[in-house]
T-cell receptor
Framework: DAGVIQSPRHEVTEMGQEVTLRCKPISGHDYLFWYRQTMMRGLELLIYFNNNVPIDDSGMPEDRFSAKMPNASFSTLKIQPSEPRDSAVYFC??????????FGSGTQLSVL | GENVEQHPSTLSVQEGDSAVIKCTYS??????FPWYKQELGKGPQLIID?????GEKKDQRIAVTLNKTAKHFSLHITETQPEDSAVYFC???????????FGQGTRLTINP
């Protein structure tokens, strides 16, 4: 298995632009998580899905953030409009059951 | 609230010595405690986990201990090697919120 696949690895954009991050979870996993990592706040859970249904989005910072999971093999995290404070590494993780998360390599987002 | 405190934030040890990282958690109902290792440019990787029905678990040079009464758990790495250098995160599953909350991380450096 190729593991959790995220794209792009790096994204540089200007303030106000729309950003879309993509994730392909491990086949057979029923949970998918989006985390954000910064020096100041560490690893923060943004949202997670179970069987493609959003379960907890309480970590999504603002209405500018949205996430979808149209099927078991694909999820997106969208930021519109982006702001410099959104600069961070965004990780997608998947698991069978809610434990033993497998993380992707992350997307390094820089908003100028 | 949901909180996991991790100490120390940085740790430097001589190769061959032992390293210990400690975490405390706020939810007495938590019953699942994983540890993740994050190498530079990669996502966190699960290295060991423990459930509340056991007090200690070992896997080769890595061990985790849990004290549910005191609400703290620790990671022990013996005979440290240069490849152990990384950032280590503890986490606790918060039952009410049904989510994993991470500590702030410990940057471990093994000096040759």
């Amino acid at each position: 298995d190729a593991g959790v696949i995220q794209s792009p690895r790096h994204e540089v954009t200007e303030m106000g632009q729309e950003v879309t991050l993509r994730c392909k979870p491990i086949s057979g996993h029923d949970y998918l998580f989006w985390y954000r990592q910064t020096m100041m706040r560490g690893l923060e859970l943004l949202i997670y899905f179970n069987n493609n249904v959003p379960i907890d989005d309480s970590g999504m910072p603002e209405d500018r953030f949205s996430a979808k999971m149209p099927n078991a093999s694909f999820s997106t995290l969208k930021i519109q409009p982006s702001e410099p404070r959104d600069s961070a590494v965004y990780f997608c993780a998947s698991s069978r059951g809610r434990e033993k998360l497998f993380f992707g390599s992350g997307t390094q987002l820089s908003v100028l | 609230g949901e909180n996991v405190e991790q100490h120390p934030s940085t740790l430097s040890v001589q190769e061959g010595d032992s390293a210990v990282i400690k975490c405390t958690y706020s939810d007495s109902a938590s019953n699942y405690f994983p540890w993740y290792k994050q190498e530079l440019g990669k996502g966190p990787q699960l290295i060991i986990d423990i459930r509340s029905n056991v007090g200690e678990k070992k896997d080769q040079r890595i061990a985790v201990t849990l004290n549910k009464t005191a609400k703290h758990f620790s990671l022990h790495i013996t005979e440290t090697q240069p490849e152990d250098s990384a950032v280590y995160f503890c986490a606790a599953e918060f039952q009410g919120a049904q989510k994993l909350v991470f500590g702030q991380g410990t940057r471990l450096t093994i000096n040759p």
